[in-house]
């Protein structure tokens, strides 16, 4: 399979000529090539997407959200393919692929088609004026995307996008193109306008950097590590674009003593594990009231023993592969610093043996460890790959300044039957996002996004339509 950009409405490889291997990391095998773009195929996507801009922007919001649902329903109908092609690049079980990345794509376009059509906008009315707010597109904005949930992410950014009126140049990660490249068929299938969306394929340093250095692109939504982002924030400041920045999380799941125990056990080990423990918003810090920690703590390591990981095409897995070998070994050298740091690995922290072709794939056992004092480094680094630790606390105070002790600040889970205590902990986590007797529970609606370390910024519902526009007010005198 050879992927192309979509630049103008036309599918073209690289102007250079150069491609990329695109790997199945379940195997180690070669998929598919990508072009290898650079900043000369982002200048182009740059310029079609600033020619179709004006007629974009005029075209009525009913249309565009009609627009939006035809791409959906280009989605819903390919959604087994897809869901295979995403489990093929990621190496996520088939089962996720299918219940979780596809179905949510295909709503994140009818979401937004609905958002935009209910869209309305502030007016201030005073003694001798009347003030309102005018939403405008911003015109040209950029896109880039991890690999961790490809088309999901990037639809959660592109239906926004081109609801209010702008137009797209994407960059999806290299190591995942083939269900953006499938999206860039059904948004030409749709019959979207040529240039209103662009999406080019390549390196971070080749085809990202540009996209965000490029004077003409006026907003960049990135997602992806925080020194990535930070990099991002660096190139795009002095140009003053509008920038939103979903980071990296450590987050906290915290299990008092009087929460429904069984029920968080099981819900701590879906948080750390999910996607192979590769979702920004895991859960690998668990905290437990130390009156129930051995209990609560054994029946985690019972719930994460029970996962089946094998073969991510079979229906049943529920732990494929990691997304590369390298991310495998970083993952690994996290698991050595485990043992350094004093920490007893009580389930995983090994390779399942899997017969061919997955005898070479990027797998790990999902691992917990016990013993880390909260501060060390295992326990507050990144390490997005399928391993949790455990640490008990005596008081709600020790909790909640454990859960506080990393630069990151995106998610927290709280499991407790107390509703005082869920708002106050609640209340008193530095995450910008909180759930309680529950995780991943997600109503499109609500803003999204993190604080320190974790990010920039709030997307979701009318916090998209508000980053992906400009707001003008306008001031009549009565
Ligand atoms: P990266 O930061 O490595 O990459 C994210 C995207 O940025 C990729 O498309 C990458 O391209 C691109 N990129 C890399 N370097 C540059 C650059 N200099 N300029 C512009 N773009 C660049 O993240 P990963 O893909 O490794 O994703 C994992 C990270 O994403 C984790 O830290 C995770 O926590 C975070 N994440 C955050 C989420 C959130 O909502 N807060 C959600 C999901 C993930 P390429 O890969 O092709 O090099």
Redesign the pocket.
């Known amino acids: 399979m050879a992927l192309a950009n979509l630049i103008d409405g036309a599918f073209v490889p690289a102007r250079s000529g150069r491609s990329l291997p695109d790997y199945d990391p379940a195997t180690g095998l070669q998929v598919a090539t990508l072009p290898d773009s650079g900043a000369a195929d982002i200048d182009a996507a740059v310029a079609a997407a600033l020619r179709a801009q004006p007629s974009w922007a005029a075209v009525a919001i009913e249309e565009r959200a009609t627009f939006l649902e035809r791409i959906a329903d280009g989605l819903a109908a390919a959604a087994s393919a897809l869901a295979r092609l995403e489990t093929l690049d990621t190496g996520k079980p088939i089962d996720l692929s299918s219940t979780l990345d596809v179905p949510r794509a295909v709503r994140n376009f009818r979401f937004f088609a609905g958002q935009v059509r209910h869209d309305r906008t502030d007016a201030h009315h005073g003694s001798d004026s009347l003030n309102y707010t005018l939403r405008t597109p911003i015109g040209v904005v950029g896109l880039?995307?991890?690999?961790?949930?490809p088309l999901y992410?990037l639809s959660w950014k592109v239906a926004p996008a081109l609801a209010m009126g702008n137009c797209v140049v994407a960059?999806?990660?290299?190591?995942t193109p083939l269900t953006a490249a499938a999206l860039c068929e059904v948004v030409t299938a749709a019959g979207l306008p040529k240039g209103v969306f662009n999406l080019v394929h390549?390196?971070?340093?080749a085809?990202?950097?540009p996209?965000?250095a490029h004077p003409q692109v006026r907003a960049i939504s990135?997602?992806?590590?925080?020194?990535?982002?930070a990099?991002?924030a660096t190139?795009a400041a002095p140009l003053f674009k509008k920038l939103s920045l979903?980071?990296?999380?450590k987050n906290p799941t915290l299990i008092f003593a009087d929460a429904d125990l069984p029920a968080a056990a099981a819900g701590a080990v879906r948080a750390a594990f999910l996607n192979q423990g590769?979702?920004?918003?895991c859960g690998s810090r668990i905290l437990i009231e130390r009156s129930v920690y051995e209990q609560v703590r054994d029946a985690i390591v019972t719930d994460t023993k029970a996962l089946v990981v094998g073969d991510p095409m079979q229906q049943g897995t529920q732990l494929g592969a990691l997304i590369s070998p390298d991310h495998l070994a970083k993952v690994q050298g996290y698991l050595a610093l485990a043992r350094q740091e004093g920490g007893a690995i009580l389930c995983g922290g090994d390779r399942p043996s899997l017969p061919p072709p997955l005898a070479g794939g990027a797998f790990l056992r999902p691992t917990v460890i016990d013993g880390l004092p909260p501060t060390c480094r295992t326990a507050t680094e990144?390490i997005?790959g399928p391993v949790a630790t455990v640490h008990p606390f005596a008081t709600d105070q020790e909790a909640i300044e454990i859960a506080n002790g990393v630069r990151y600040g995106?998610s927290a889970s709280v499991w407790t039957s107390n509703l005082a205590r869920a708002h106050r902990v609640s209340a008193a986590v530095h995450t910008g996002m909180v759930w309680v007797n529950t995780w991943l529970l997600r109503d499109l609606r609500v803003p999204?996004?993190?604080v320190k370390d974790?990010?920039l910024g709030r997307e979701g519902g009318p916090h998209s339509l508000e980053f992906f526009s400009d707001t003008r007010n306008i001031c009549i005198k009565l």
């Open positions: 880039i995307t991890p690999w961790n949930l992410l960059k999806p990660s290299e190591l390549g390196t971070g340093p085809a990202g950097e996209l965000v990135f997602t992806g590590g925080t020194a990535t982002g990099r991002v190139t979903e980071l990296g999380g590769q979702v920004c918003l990144e997005f995106l999204f996004g993190g974790s990010g």
